[in-house]
């Protein structure tokens, strides 16, 4: 069982093409994967997010196709861009209200939840902890993260907990310390 | 999609533009003051205005909201009704700004002029919000279609005499518009250029 699936998913429109990416990422599993350029890696995580239909090729969101349910799509993938957020010191509990109502969840679970993803976040810059705080409110099953900064590799992975994370990354050594383990491979997408 | 989270994307929307909202309350308060009984001073100002609200949710201007909806388990009909509401909210903020001078001394028409300069604002607002997913000419040309929008409004209130045939004209129109946006917000890309 897979929980994202890309068969030779590509992106074509808006300047140079994108892919053709291909994988698989089960439940819990960590996959890291490389780009040759930063165009490349967002559009990548986009499409494993459910955001950003391929314009070729398939991918699958746990069962299901973002280009006709990409509604249930977002509700499996939880997406983290690369560009740290805006969000000041006191908006941050608006900001957490505001995911909380987009995604159904209960306003007092989700403070909680986001303080207690806060607290294992500690030591990354809030305009990344934001983000990822924002996007693990919901529980997603697939964290997509865009790029995310190697530096915050292990409080990132410690707030993600067992769930599933797919990254792209355009530096081999980014990508190293969000891959499950030194020993995989990490296929360069051309 | 629920009410609300609807109301979530609406009160997210308006906050980040409040600055903009006063000030455009203030000078359509203002330009109520110097032009208070031309119709059609009153019905293209709005509209204008409304269509700046319209841009200004152009994808890019406020991306941690963006990434938010986009990333968001929701339709795009869903997210496009939630999205139009704020600057409709806009239009009609704008419209009572303007009218707000002649409301503390009425006059014969205020109320009827009010309602027309507001069903104006809000089609043409809806109009323009097509515009938002598009870049050059196509962006431009929904533009002058929105303008258009006001144009015939104004035309079917002042010349036709009709103020049901305005309103009609400008439900239809708002609609079709807000279908437009659903239909184009569920095919938008929100790829880095």
Same mark, same amino acid.
């Given at each position: 069982?897979?929980?994202?699936?890309?068969?030779?998913?590509?992106?074509? @429109?808006?300047?140079?093409?994108?892919?053709?990416?291909?994988?698989?990422? @089960?439940?819990?599993?960590?996959?890291?994967?490389?780009?040759?350029?930063?165009?490349?890696?967002?559009?990548?995580?986009?499409?494993?997010?459910?955001?950003?239909?391929?314009?070729?090729?398939?991918?699958?969101?746990?069962?299901?196709?973002?280009?006709?349910?990409?509604?249930?799509?977002?509700?499996?993938?939880?997406? %983290?861009?690369? @560009?740290?957020?805006?969000? /000041?010191?006191?908006?941050?509990?608006?900001?957490?209200?505001?995911? /909380?109502?987009?995604?159904? %969840?209960?306003?007092?679970?989700? #403070?909680?939840?986001?303080?207690?993803?806060?607290?294992?976040?500690?030591?990354?810059?809030?305009?990344?902890?934001?983000?990822?705080?924002?996007?693990?409110?919901?529980?997603?099953?697939?964290?997509?993260?865009?790029?995310?900064?190697?530096?915050?590799?292990?409080?990132?992975?410690?707030?993600?907990?067992?769930? @599933?994370?797919?990254?792209?990354? %355009?530096?081999?050594?980014?990508?190293?310390?969000?891959?499950?383990?030194? #020993?995989?491979?990490?296929?360069?997408?051309? | 999609?629920?009410?609300?989270?609807?109301?979530?994307?609406?009160?997210?929307?308006?906050?980040?533009?409040?600055?903009?909202?006063?000030?455009?309350? +203030?000078?359509?308060?203002?330009?109520?003051?110097?032009?208070?009984? =031309?119709?059609?001073?009153?019905?293209?100002?709005?509209?204008?205005?409304?269509?700046?609200?319209?841009?200004?949710?152009?994808?890019?201007?406020?991306?941690?909201?963006?990434?938010?909806?986009?990333?968001?388990?929701?339709?795009?009909?869903?997210?496009?009704?939630?999205?139009?509401?704020?600057?409709?909210?806009?239009?009609?903020?704008?419209?009572?700004?303007?009218?707000? &001078?002649?409301?503390?001394? &009425?006059?014969?028409?205020?109320?009827? +002029?009010?309602?027309?300069?507001?069903?104006?604002?809000?089609?043409?607002?809806?109009?323009?919000?097509?515009?938002?997913?598009?870049?050059?000419?196509?962006?431009?040309?929904?533009?002058?279609?929105?303008?258009?929008?006001?144009?015939?409004?104004?035309?079917?209130?002042?010349?036709?005499?009709?103020?049901?045939? =305005?309103?009609?004209?400008?439900?239809?129109?708002?609609?079709?518009?807000?279908?437009?946006?659903? =239909?184009?917000?569920?095919?938008?890309?929100?790829?880095?250029?």
């Amino acid at each position: 069982m897979t929980i994202l699936r890309m068969r030779e998913a590509c992106f074509h @429109a808006r300047g140079a093409s994108v892919g053709p990416v291909t994988l698989d990422v @089960a439940p819990g599993e960590r996959v890291a994967r490389v780009f040759p350029s930063g165009r490349g890696a967002a559009v990548a995580a986009l499409m494993a997010a459910g955001i950003v239909k391929a314009g070729s090729g398939s991918v699958l969101i746990g069962e299901y196709d973002p280009r006709v349910q990409s509604a249930h799509c977002k509700r499996i993938a939880g997406y %983290v861009p690369h @560009a740290p957020s805006r969000i /000041a010191d006191s908006e941050f509990e608006r900001y957490v209200a505001y995911r /909380a109502a987009l995604w159904s %969840v209960d306003p007092m679970r989700a #403070a909680a939840h986001a303080k207690l993803l806060l607290e294992r976040l500690a030591g990354v810059h809030e305009a990344f902890a934001y983000s990822i705080a924002g996007a693990l409110i919901a529980s997603p099953s697939l964290l997509v993260l865009d790029r995310p900064q190697p530096a915050y590799a292990q409080q990132i992975l410690a707030a993600a907990g067992p769930r @599933a994370i797919f990254s792209t990354h %355009v530096a081999a050594s980014a990508a190293e310390e969000f891959s499950a383990a030194a #020993a995989d491979a990490l296929p360069v997408m051309r | 999609m629920t009410g609300r989270a609807s109301i979530a994307i609406v009160a997210a929307r308006l906050l980040v533009e409040r600055r903009m909202i006063l000030y455009a309350c +203030a000078l359509s308060a203002v330009a109520g003051l110097a032009r208070p009984h =031309e119709l059609a001073v009153t019905v293209f100002f709005c509209s204008a205005l409304g269509v700046v609200a319209a841009l200004l949710q152009t994808p890019g201007r406020y991306p941690d909201l963006d990434v938010c909806e986009q990333s968001a388990p929701l339709f795009g009909r869903q997210l496009a009704r939630a999205k139009g509401f704020a600057p409709a909210v806009v239009a009609v903020l704008i419209t009572l700004a303007y009218f707000a &001078p002649q409301f503390a001394q &009425p006059a014969d028409g205020t109320a009827a +002029a009010f309602v027309i300069a507001a069903a104006a604002s809000i089609a043409s607002t809806m109009v323009a919000l097509c515009a938002t997913l598009r870049e050059g000419t196509a962006r431009a040309l929904y533009v002058a279609l929105a303008c258009a929008t006001s144009v015939g409004a104004y035309l079917i209130a002042a010349f036709g005499t009709s103020i049901p045939g =305005e309103l009609a004209y400008c439900a239809l129109v708002a609609f079709l518009a807000l279908r437009q946006y659903g =239909e184009a917000l569920a095919r938008f890309d929100p790829v880095p250029g």
